[in-house]
């Protein structure tokens, strides 16, 4: 049973550019979650979906970022325009169901580098 | 605001030596309690999680905790470690809500390194 499956793994863009991470859950998982981690910092929450809903994006930068989860394929963090300060790792886990009394799963990150 | 506070931001250990890595939170009647470790490069992978019950939690690793609800405290402890533990470890905490939306916040993290 594969993990959570993030690519790119590392990313580099140009400031101005479009960032586009890619995240499939583990099997028969349907809410995932968007996590970044800025350097020598812990994880900030971003943004919670369900299968073609956002549920909780209150972590989500109010411009440039959006992250969606369609009923096909995996979900998406987008970053437009992308500036120095959005480099960062992030992450993304996912859940079987609502509720913490399960435990959530982590991919192995995407480092995205804005040069 | 909720939440959660690592002090120790890097920890030194000998080899076989034991170590405490100290979590607490701020205060809320219901939470469930997390710690993630992570090695270089790699994504979070759990340790141990408290929800309920006994307050002392094992986890993976040789790694266990104890829910302290009275210090708001979810302090990490293993009696000996292993050149292997060296990494960073973050506790997370998630506060339980009606309204069932809960995400974890997590504290800015502990680099445990061991000295051979």
């Known amino acids: 049973n594969a993990g959570v499956m993030q690519n790119p793994r590392h990313l580099v863009r140009r400031r101005g550019q479009e960032a586009r991470l890619r995240c499939s859950p583990m099997?028969?998982?349907?809410?995932v979650y968007w996590y970044r981690q800025l350097p020598e910092e812990g994880l900030k929450f971003m943004v919670y979906?369900?299968?073609?809903?956002?549920?909780?994006e209150s972590g989500m930068p109010k411009e440039r970022f959006s992250a969606e989860f369609p009923k096909e394929g995996p979900s998406i963090l987008r970053i437009q325009q992308v500036v120095r300060g959005d480099s960062a790792a992030y992450f993304c886990?996912?859940?079987?169901?609502?509720?913490?009394?399960?435990?959530?799963?982590f991919g192995e990150g995407s480092w995205l580098t804005v040069v | 605001a909720q939440s959660v506070t690592q002090l120790d931001s890097q920890v030194p250990v000998f080899e076989e030596a034991p170590v405490e890595l100290r979590c607490n939170y701020s205060?809320?009647?219901?939470?469930?309690l997390f710690w993630y470790v992570q090695y270089p490069n790699q994504g979070l992978q759990l340790l141990l999680k408290y929800l309920s019950g006994s307050t002392l939690v094992k986890g993976i690793n040789g790694f266990e905790a104890e829910f302290n609800k009275s210090q708001t405290s979810f302090h990490l402890r293993k009696p000996s470690v292993h050149i292997s533990d060296t990494a960073e470890y973050f506790c997370a905490v998630v506060y339980v809500s009606n309204f069932g939306n809960e995400k974890l916040t997590f504290g800015t993290g502990t680099r445990l390194t061991i000295i051979p």
């Open positions: 099997k028969g998982h349907s809410h």
């Open positions: 886990a996912s859940s079987p169901r609502q509720g913490y009394g399960n435990t959530i799963y």
């Open positions: 979906l369900q299968k073609e809903n956002i549920i909780d």
């Open positions: 205060s809320s009647v219901s939470v469930y």
